[in-house]
């Protein structure tokens, strides 16, 4: 199977050309309806045609979140299927807010789901959670390489409870999450201009200093606007890694709906902010 240039190679070049900005496409119910819209599949359908009309040519990754999609059954999903292809089509990487995790053989058809280039979700990388252990991954890792996709691994999260997990000291006295990150520098090590194999690494965290960040690969760092952190925090949490954060911005852009002109000046604004702040750090 022939695939794509290495998606690290894509995302370097998308951030570069368009600054690193993620906006998420989640179609809370509270936002559906405090954008005028019925709580329902049609809801659905016009809030993230909308989101993808107005912002896939410009922002270097969307990232839909599944779960908002699944909640609508089948009929929920072929609108994800379709917003997936018309933001690729538009020019944003798409990177598939699925978190899986399995056992490996129950993880290859995950794989399967999202990362096979003849998959009708085929995104350009997906989010998986690491804790049924790292190496259950590499069905996912193995189909990734093939097909020129990428994958977020779940190593520092943003959210407060993620810490009884990824703090965890282990017995060589090393926590969970740096283990994480230091499996992710193995797969990224000699690519480039960037890896292809990322971590999830919260923007709300405060400093992250104890930890290497230096993974030559990605860091997806969600927490701004809605979750408190903002784009000033990005320097103070990252340090010198801070050039290769990809981070998301979900519901503090899409409040700005339903009109385009408004969302897409809410993105420029995080966008302009983040580049301000990583250009002088
Ligand atoms: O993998 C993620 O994207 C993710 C990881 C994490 O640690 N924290 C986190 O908030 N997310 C996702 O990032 C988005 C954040 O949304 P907002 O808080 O609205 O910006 C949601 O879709 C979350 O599911």
Redesign the pocket.
């Known amino acids: 199977m022939s695939g794509l240039e290495p998606f690290g190679a894509r995302l370097r070049r998308a951030m570069d050309e368009r600054g690193p900005l993620c906006v998420?496409i989640?179609p809370h119910a509270s936002l559906l309806a405090e954008w005028g819209l019925n709580d329902d599949v049609a809801g659905l359908e016009r809030f993230s045609r909308t989101v993808v009309e107005a912002l896939a040519d410009r922002v270097a990754v969307l990232?839909p979140?599944s779960a908002f999609f699944e909640r609508f059954g089948s009929r929920g999903v072929a609108v994800l299927e379709k917003s997936v292809a018309e933001a690729r089509a538009a020019g944003a990487l798409v990177v598939m807010?699925a978190?899986r995790g399995d056992i490996g053989s129950t993880m290859a058809a995950y794989a399967e789901s999202f990362l096979h280039k003849d998959a009708p979700l085929f995104s350009d990388a997906l989010?998986v959670s690491p804790y049924l252990g790292y190496g259950s991954l590499s069905p996912a890792v193995a189909l990734a390489r093939e097909s020129g996709a990428g994958l977020?691994v779940?190593a520092l999260?943003?959210?407060p409870e993620?810490g009884e997990v990824q703090h965890a000291v282990r017995s060589d006295g090393r926590n969970i999450g740096a283990t994480m990150l230091a499996h992710l520098s193995a797969e990224n090590a000699g690519e480039e201009p960037l890896g292809s194999f990322g971590a999830?690494v919260?923007a709300t965290l405060g400093d992250l200093s104890s930890y290497d960040l230096d993974i030559n690969g990605p860091l997806?760092a969600?927490?701004?606007?809605?979750?408190g952190a903002t784009p000033a925090d990005l320097p103070r949490v990252f340090g010198r890694a801070v050039r290769n954060v990809v981070p998301?911005?979900?519901?503090?852009v899409l409040r700005h709906g339903p009109d385009a002109v408004t969302l897409r000046d809410a993105a420029e604004r995080f966008a302009e902010e983040i580049r301000h702040t990583v250009t002088s750090s």
């Open positions: 998420g989640d990232k979140q807010d978190k989010t977020f779940l999260t943003s959210n993620g999830v919260g997806l969600p927490g701004i606007g809605a979750q998301n911005v979900s519901r503090g």
